[in-house]
């Protein structure tokens, strides 16, 4: 008998729907193939759709991973939303060669556009998607291009969203300055609302930089509510990857996109996709005492104290008649350490024993 999974109340968090396809972008007698993740829930649809845009690494952008913010993308699953994540011309496996403009910022952000505007001709054609109802995000340097993609007035795009945008040119002269100028040119074309999110500790964009987009922005007449949530951790510019950033984005990402009349709470429909919801501090025992974990081969508390010296977000799973299994980091690591446990079990059930820096496991009556 193989092992079961139980987390009490908490669902166990469903694989996503992901596959990868190659959009064509035609450009005179040459096309170029952007490489684009689909998220797209199960069910008939129309489903409306939220695109991500990614940010830009150090380096040869073509060895830059291909981008998957899951936490992001269970979010929109959730509620019901297809989530799109392109990567642009040249990075990746998208073939072609990315566009830097050299420091004219403002040209570099149009050029990232347009390939978005290129996976969204592919997206609306298909049967699944709500051609009438999207919204476009993205962070860092796909926030910039979130924002240079708005002073397109592409059809049935109802906002945007702004999570540390710009791009960091240091070699540049005054490059701070130039983003400003070019946020202002972006805002004198742009009518569709928008929600940015940017903090005091950013190693990218300090807060007279940001400051300055967002008031060059709106003083051009784009619409921009700005969400200055201060310090996070070593780096604010991380906020939007990291799963303690979501308490700060996602209930104002929810309230934006009710304003704008999209879908903005979870659906029972599609609650599947949600993350693993940790369950409290159970009192059994201190986090670093070893000797309670119900599995006491060497085995299992080797992986325990390994598990230990992990950073958070972790969890720990573990199966009292024998098995266990951990996760960290990235996307839902409750819901991995289950995973790992269960494929160690072979009889019983696998719960969650500690989780984070506390310990969650109850004991069966």
Known sequence: MLATLSLGMHAFAAALP????????????????????????????????????????????????????LIAVRFFLE??????????????????????????VESNGREQA???????????????ADKTRIVVAGQSHGGWTTLAFGTLGYPGVKGLIDFAGGLKQEQCVSWQQGLSGAAGAYGKETRTPSLWFYGDNDSYFPPFAW??????????????????????????????GSPAGAPIWQPEVASFLREIGLPDQPQAAFARYAATVSPPASGFAPIDAVDRVPDQSAASLNGYRIFLTKALPRAFAVNAQGGWGSGWGGDDPLGRAMENCAK????????????????????NP
């Open 114 to 128: 347009g390939d978005v505007e290129a996976v969204l001709n592919y997206v609306t054609a298909q049967p699944w």
């Open 79 to 104: 509620r019901g939303y297809a989530v799109v994540v392109p990567m642009r011309q040249g990075f990746s496996k998208s073939t072609g060669s990315y566009i830097g403009g050299g420091c004219n």
């Open 18 to 69: 992901e596959s990868v396809v190659m959009v064509p972008k035609k450009s005179g007698l040459f096309t170029t193939e952007l490489e684009t993740t689909l998220f797209v829930p199960e069910g008939a649809g129309p489903f409306p759709v939220a695109v991500i845009n990614h940010g830009k690494a150090g380096g040869d952008p073509r060895f830059q991973d291909r981008y998957r913010p």
């Open 344 to 363: 160690k079990a072979t009889a019983g059930e696998c719960r969650l024993y500690a989780v984070d820096d506390k310990v969650v496991w109850k004991p």
């Open 211 to 240: 400051k300055g987009m967002h008031e060059s922005y709106v003083a051009h007449g784009a619409k921009a509510r700005l969400v200055a949530f201060g310090t996070f951790g070593g780096d604010s510019h991380s906020m939007f």
